[in-house]
């Protein structure tokens, strides 16, 4: 007969948290569950990297909380075959070692956090929830924050967050005089440059046996398999990962956090799909390393160096942690469930077959989906404005975008991915989390990349055979959304171009757009 315990404490794959409040005294009557779950390998089709490296830092996780003398039971996708889902699970683990107490942290997803609550609910043990004591923001003071439906701008909450958690701050005001350093961030890569854009540190995490269950269980996953995996699964590597970001990085993340390259790679070095990136957003959404730890790091780092390190590339870091990561949080959580039904600008065709296996002439969506396909990775402007824009300008259905970059990143959980998805690159929240659609031609690409010159299609032209697709779609987006985009001034300018041009241009590049739009597989 198994061992009897009063509490069963699960921990979810993304609540990888070694420094939670739990864990701070031994309870030899409390059971920890970590479980490979059937539910969770299928709600959208993952890359298999992604999978292995949730499944791999889970096992990881279990071993350290027995090492330290807890109570843990890892099950594996061989031991939850039998249960349908979480609730019927949790039902079976309550009978077996006859638990009187249900205790769970706060899921991060909506889809979770109901089932749990819903399961609760009925349950006829005394539950408990508790806060996952990972964000800056507790889960109970969204609220003060955020309201539901309004339109949030990211610069108004970051600066609160920056005085509140006294952040870059000096006496009261931003260290540097500016709370916002941006203009002087976001340069192109020059071939001088390349030569010094650093090797990303990886690791060689073996996650063979975790594929063979994947394999055996015939869970649907998509990309490439690597056996040994890249990404940091254990709190140890995770440190070192940051470690590395501050030696080798930092110094000039924000000035080249922008661009993009497919001229800095080798035979043998790999390095222009990491570029001064840090990589650390799959340890930090596993909960395997705090957004706190990561920040203090990386000002500490900063003081001991800033002969070397500028303020600028440091406040751009924080800003992605302390403001968008927090901000977009919130809006997931007073937004939803409705957020994910949003689509404002009525998109419906359908994404692409390229995006599957990113064999497409337009070079720079084949760099960031064929890049995206063998890592698990792109970088911000890689999918806000490559592929992102690409969606966008083509009238792409928002739930067939959520689906893609929920299942192809590493570090894709639903609160960060759909704000950033929906809200942001898609504008299919109508400016909840944006002022205006992040919206592009060929030129901004041009201006970021050296992609274009590789390119099958010619960067300058609008029409004509070989005319850069971004080109003729973003003005037939913009003349298609006109009446809802020219009331923002910021595109005053945009509108006063196309207004420039004859109605016969006008009309050739509508037309021009409109074959394309029909024929969005084989570009
Ligand atoms: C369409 C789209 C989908 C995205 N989906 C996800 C997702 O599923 N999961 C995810 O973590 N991020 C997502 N992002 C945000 C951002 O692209 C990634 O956080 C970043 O690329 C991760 O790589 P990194 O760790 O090297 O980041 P760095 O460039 O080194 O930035 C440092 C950290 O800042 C945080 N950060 C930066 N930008 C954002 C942002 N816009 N929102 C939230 N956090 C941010 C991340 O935690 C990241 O690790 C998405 C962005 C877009 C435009
Ligand atoms: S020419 Fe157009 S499609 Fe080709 S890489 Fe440049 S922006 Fe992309």
Redesign the pocket.
């Given at each position: 007969m198994a061992k009897t315990y009063q509490t069963l404490r699960l921990i979810l794959g993304d609540q990888l948290n070694a420094s939670h409040s739990w864990y701070k005294t031994i309870n030899d009557s409390t059971l920890y569950v970590i479980a490979e779950l059937h539910q969770e390998t299928s709600y959208v089709k993952h890359h298999v990297q992604k999978v292995c490296a949730f499944f791999a830092a889970m096992q990881e996780f279990s071993h350290a909380l027995k090492k330290a003398g807890h109570h843990v039971v890892h099950l594996t996708l061989d031991d939850t075959l039998p249960h349908e889902d979480l609730p019927a699970l949790l039902g079976a683990l309550f009978e077996k070692y006859a638990i009187e107490t249900f205790e769970y942290q706060l899921p991060d997803e909506y889809r979770l956090r109901t089932q749990l609550s819903d399961f609760c609910a009925y349950c006829k043990l005394s539950t408990r929830g508790y806060e996952t004591e990972h964000f800056y923001l507790s889960d109970s003071e969204l609220t003060t924050y955020f309201s539901a439906g309004k339109k949030h701008r990211l610069e108004a909450f970051y600066r609160k967050m920056r005085v509140r958690f006294n952040i870059l701050m000096n006496n009261g005001q931003p260290a540097g005089g500016e709370w916002n350093f941006d203009t002087s961030n976001r340069n192109k890569l020059k071939q001088k440059d390349l030569s010094h854009i650093p090797e990303p540190l990886v690791f060689a995490n073996d996650v063979s046996d975790i594929f063979s269950r994947v394999k055996k269980h015939q869970i649907s996953t998509f990309g490439t398999y690597e056996s040994k995996c890249l990404w940091p699964i254990t709190r140890q590597q995770a440190k070192a990962l940051l470690f590395s970001?501050c030696e080798t990085q930092l110094s000039k993340?924000g000035f080249f956090?922008d661009a993009m390259t497919c001229k800095a790679d080798d035979m043998y070095v790999k390095k222009q799909w990491?570029l001064y990136?840090?990589?650390?957003?799959?340890a930090?959404?596993s909960k395997i390393i705090s957004?706190k730890f990561v920040v203090d790091t990386v000002i500490a780092y900063f003081h001991q160096h800033e002969d070397e390190i500028d303020i600028a590339q440091v406040e751009g870091?924080i800003r992605?942690?302390v403001g968008?990561?927090e901000?977009?949080r919130g809006i997931y959580w007073l937004n939803m469930p409705r957020y994910g039904q949003l689509n404002t600008l009525a998109a419906k065709r359908d994404l692409p077959v390229w995006f599957w296996h990113g064999e497409t002439k337009m070079n720079c969506q084949k760099h960031a989906v064929k890049q995206s396909l063998d890592y698990a990775?792109?970088?911000?402007i890689q999918?806000?404005m490559v592929?992102?824009n690409f969606c966008l300008i083509a009238g792409i259905e928002p739930s067939q975008v959520d689906a893609w970059?929920?299942g192809i990143?590493i570090?894709?959980?639903e609160w960060?991915?759909m704000p950033?998805?929906r809200g942001?690159?898609q504008f299919a929240d109508g400016g909840i989390v944006g002022s205006k659609a992040y919206a592009a031609s060929g030129n901004y690409i041009n201006k970021m990349s050296d992609y274009c010159s590789s390119c099958h299609y010619e960067i300058k032209s609008i029409t004509g055979h070989n005319a850069c697709p971004l080109n003729s779609l973003y003005w037939h987006f913009m003349h298609e959304h006109e009446q809802q985009f020219s009331a923002n001034p910021r595109n005053r300018m945009v509108y006063a171009t196309w207004r420039k041009k004859s109605p016969e241009q006008q009309t050739e590049i509508l037309q021009h757009a409109s074959g394309l739009l029909g024929n969005l597989d084989k570009l």
């Open positions: 970001f993340f956090q990491s990136h840090s990589r650390l957003s799959f930090m959404n957004p870091f992605q942690i968008w990561r901000f977009v990775y792109a970088h911000h999918r806000l592929t992102g970059y929920l990143y570090d894709a959980i960060v991915e950033n998805t942001m690159s």
